[in-house]
């Protein structure tokens, strides 16, 4: 029973995302002409929760055409392993992850977007080579991987060594913090920095069973009729009492 309630969600989530796909390419959607050019710097790109969740999504964005075209992508870790190493090792965790292995073709297209920069966070000018890298013509789209305790102190370093002169936006996974205390000092860091439309702030979790679920239990219940449609639902919230 689990397994096929576990079938029927995959496949929701497949028929989702085809649709997805097809808006985009229905809706013409030029993003050279409409959109600036975008670098995308991972912070703790060797780390779980990059190999697991981010790399592959951005690989399997590539086929649909879903990646600007001039996507520059520079991962940022702690490791001293050079930029070829890291590519190797990423290849190989994605063709892990994937049942049918790494289409070849795809790759090739995908690594040359690609390229691995050696930080330790916490010392400073840190991020020199990350200021060589960056372009001041284009976005730079900071995503934080890393944990909570690591977000100020990155906001810091990215000021303090000349990162944050061009067009800034930047990415956090929850938790913001560990605590209310923390998470206000976070907050406060990062208006320092960045405006707050240009600050946003996630939770891939909500992409986990938990809410797959809702789909499953939306086929028996009547939810897939139109009254459970993004036409007609408003908010869906997920509460569970604290201890």
């Given amino acids: 029973m689990a397994d096929a309630l576990q079938l029927m969600a995959d496949q929701r989530w497949d028929d989702i995302y085809a649709e997805a796909v097809e808006t985009v390419a229905q809706a013409e959607i030029k993003m050279e002409s409409s959109m600036n050019p975008v670098d995308l710097i991972i912070f703790g790109a060797t780390g779980d929760l990059s190999a697991r969740k981010l790399f592959p999504a951005l690989f399997s964005s590539m086929p649909p055409g879903l990646l600007q075209a001039d996507l520059r992508i520079a991962a940022v870790g702690v490791s001293n392993n050079p930029s070829i190493a890291f590519k190797n090792e990423l290849r190989s965790k994605n063709g892990r992850l994937h049942a049918r292995g790494i289409d070849e073709s795809v790759w090739q297209r995908f690594v040359p977007r690609l390229d691995y920069l050696a930080s330790d ?8 080579d990350a200021t060589s ?18 977000f100020a ?3 810091e370093q990215l000021s303090q060594d000349g990162c944050l002169t061009g067009p800034c936006r930047i990415v956090l996974e929850k938790p913001i913090g560990e605590s209310l205390e923390t998470s206000r ?3 406060d860091t ?3 920095y960045f405006d707050e439309r240009d600050i946003y ?3 891939h979790y909500l992409g986990k069973e938990t809410v797959q679920n809702l789909l499953v239990f939306g086929l028996p219940i009547g939810l897939s009729t139109h009254s459970g449609t993004r036409a007609a639902l408003i908010t869906c919230r997920l509460q569970w009492p604290s201890r």
Avoid: G, H, M
């Fill in 121 to 128: 966070f916490a010392e400073p000018q840190c991020l020199f």
């Fill in 153 to 155: 102190t990155i906001c």
């Fill in 190 to 192: 990062l208006a320092q």
């Fill in 185 to 187: 000092d976070v907050n």
């Fill in 201 to 203: 702030r996630i939770d």
């Fill in 133 to 150: 890298w960056l372009d001041d013509a284009r976005v730079s789209l900071f995503y934080l991987a890393t944990p909570p305790s690591l």
